[in-house]
């Protein structure tokens, strides 16, 4: 179930089967950690420095099962820095702030600001029946 095949010409082309991706392993140092996850289908295993979005979220799609050592979660702090100082390895890099300070969408588009700008409701369009012969549309079936 893991691995598909594809009714393409693509098994003509040496891609006959196409794997699922699975977990991936995020650590900072190898202490055996390559050689204990290498063997399991699937797995994918990364260094905390060399993260990449295409392989966070493979495909545009968020939510890919991260398993992350306690050592590399520590060293994000140091790569990206915080909302109120830079990195450290990366040169004036700073996190960007949040664009919306409240999450609550709907309370943000109900408030009296938005809504004092916005336009009202567009009228509903009218739509006609249009007249068709009994005849014909009887022949038709």
Same mark, same amino acid.
């Given at each position: ?36 996850? %290498?063997? *399991?289908?699937?797995?994918? !295993?990364?260094? /905390?420095? $060399? ?55 709907? %309370?943000? *588009?109900?408030?009296?600001? !938005?809504?004092? /700008?916005? $336009? ?22």
């Amino acid at each position: 179930k893991a691995m598909r095949s594809f009714p393409v010409a693509g098994k003509m082309r040496n891609r006959r089967f196409r794997q699922r991706l699975g977990p991936m392993v995020v650590y900072n140092e190898d202490n055996g950690v390559v050689k204990a996850f %290498r063997n *399991i289908p699937g797995v994918q !295993l990364f260094q /905390v420095d $060399r993260l990449n979005l295409l392989n966070l979220a493979p495909g545009g799609h968020l939510g890919r099962f991260i398993i992350w050592s306690q050592a590399a979660f520590e060293k994000l702090e140091a790569i990206y820095g915080t909302r109120e100082e830079a990195a450290q390895f990366k040169t004036g890099y700073k996190l960007p702030a949040a664009m919306v300070a409240t999450p609550s969408l709907t %309370r943000l *588009i109900n408030s009296d600001e !938005l809504q004092s /700008v916005l $336009r009202g409701a567009h009228p509903a369009k009218e739509y006609f029946h249009i007249k068709r012969n009994p005849l014909v549309q009887q022949a038709r079936r």
